[in-house]
């Protein structure tokens, strides 16, 4: 008997390379004034991005421009908003990393709605969005944060009081996603290592998370297998359009897991640095993704041997393992995805929190903050004060 589950809408997908020559008849359907939300990288620069730069300029489009060089605050996307209120825009277009999507998604809500995107986050504002947005289509340029097909956007404040929330609500889920393996191809070794990890790091939590259904495992299971095959040759040979396929699906695949099954410990730790220091998500999720998936192997092989999560990660170590049948132990099988984890996150070379400024005392307050969310172990404050400690 298959166990009750939610699923929901996902976005009206195009997959593969090429696809993003698409784009213009896509947004045809909602109307000719186009607002382009782009990164301020080097993608543009690239001969994809000079390749969508010249369409653009030979359409029949009216087209506005917003750039984007971090992680979008409140600040970001009220100036934005500020600039694009009266323009008539038929549709919002993001082309970029996961911060460029999420700022298209908040700038495609709160077009909308012309007040502060703050009162609407999660845990910060006081009000709940009405789900009202412009039509969003979300092309991604590097394969991590699958944005394209989940339902919230995340933005940030760092400092005294700051914060790492969520705009979230099921109709911002966007109208389009547009993955296309080629935009991907000029990403670096260090953008390919660190959004990776991100998106490693998403299936393995939502795979165990405990929301997970047969669906999000079917996704999930799906998204590890392209990781296993194509995440180290994707960052080693970033030219291999195949490996940069896989990896572009595994992303898509993490966001819809994401969006259904949630996220667990590392997400959660996530959350909380966010709006203490100034350090890319994706070198966070690498930094603590081996240890905070031991710790909680470690925790089930001691308190819960047979528990569905432990299973999962068995699972996990044999896609991992590279070895066809189960003809070893369970323990084995363990061993060798934790043993995964920590090569990627050494040989990726994932920071040390102290690069990025966080100190002992900082450590403890971003611990008191944290929640286990969706873990199959719930681990104490001084646990998590430990977890991130062994990464300082």
């Known amino acids: 008997m298959v166990d009750a589950f939610e699923l929901i809408n996902t976005p009206h997908i195009l997959f593969g390379p090429g696809r993003i020559k698409e784009l213009f008849s896509q947004a045809g359907k909602y109307g000719s004034n186009l607002l382009l939300i782009h990164g301020s990288g080097s993608f543009l620069q690239s001969e994809k991005g000079q390749e969508i730069t010249a369409l653009l300029n030979d359409s029949d489009f009216q087209v506005s421009k ?139 939590e939502g795979y165990v998370s405990e929301k997970s259904s047969v669906m999000t495992d079917a996704w999930a299971r799906e998204g590890l297998k392209s990781i296993s095959r194509s995440l180290e040759r994707a960052v080693n040979r970033g030219d291999d359009l195949n490996a940069r396929n896989d990896m572009s699906f595994a992303a898509l695949a993490s966001g819809i897991v ?31 993704m081996a240890v905070v998936h031991e710790r909680t192997i470690r925790a089930l092989q001691a308190s819960d041997p047979k528990s569905r999560a432990l299973e999962k990660y068995v699972q996990a170590g044999m896609l991992f393992s590279g070895e066809k049948g189960r003809d070893k132990t369970d323990d084995y099988y363990l061993e060798q995805i934790i043993r995964k984890m920590y090569d990627m996150t050494e040989s990726f070379g994932m920071k040390r929190f102290s690069h990025y400024g966080l100190t002992e005392n900082r450590a403890a307050e971003i611990a008191g903050k944290t929640d286990n969310k969706n873990n199959p172990v719930s681990f104490s404050e001084e646990e998590r004060k430990n977890i991130l400690l062994s990464r300082l």
Do not use: W
């Open 66 to 204: 917003a750039g984007v060089s971090h992680e979008p605050s409140p600040a970001m996307v009220d100036e934005i908003i500020q600039k694009n209120v009266s323009a008539n825009i038929d549709v919002v277009v993001a082309l970029g990393g996961g911060s460029v999507l999420d700022t298209g998604k908040a700038v495609s809500a709160m077009l909308r709605l012309n007040e502060p995107v703050r009162e609407y986050l999660e845990g910060v504002g006081v009000k709940k969005p009405a789900g009202e947005k412009l039509p969003f289509i979300a092309i991604p340029t590097t394969s991590g944060t699958g944005s394209e097909a989940t339902n919230n956007a995340v933005i940030s404040e760092v400092g005294k009081n700051g914060f790492k929330k969520s705009l979230r609500h099921y109709n911002y889920v966007p109208d389009i996603a547009l993955v296309d393996p080629e935009l991907v191809l000029s990403c670096s070794k260090r953008v390919t290592a660190a959004s990776g990890m991100d998106a490693f790091t998403q299936l393995l």
């Open 258 to 288: 994401l969006a259904n099954a949630g996220l667990g410990l590392v997400h959660g730790f996530a959350s909380s640095i966010g709006g203490v220091i100034e350090m890319p998500h994706g070198q966070v999720c690498g930094s603590l």
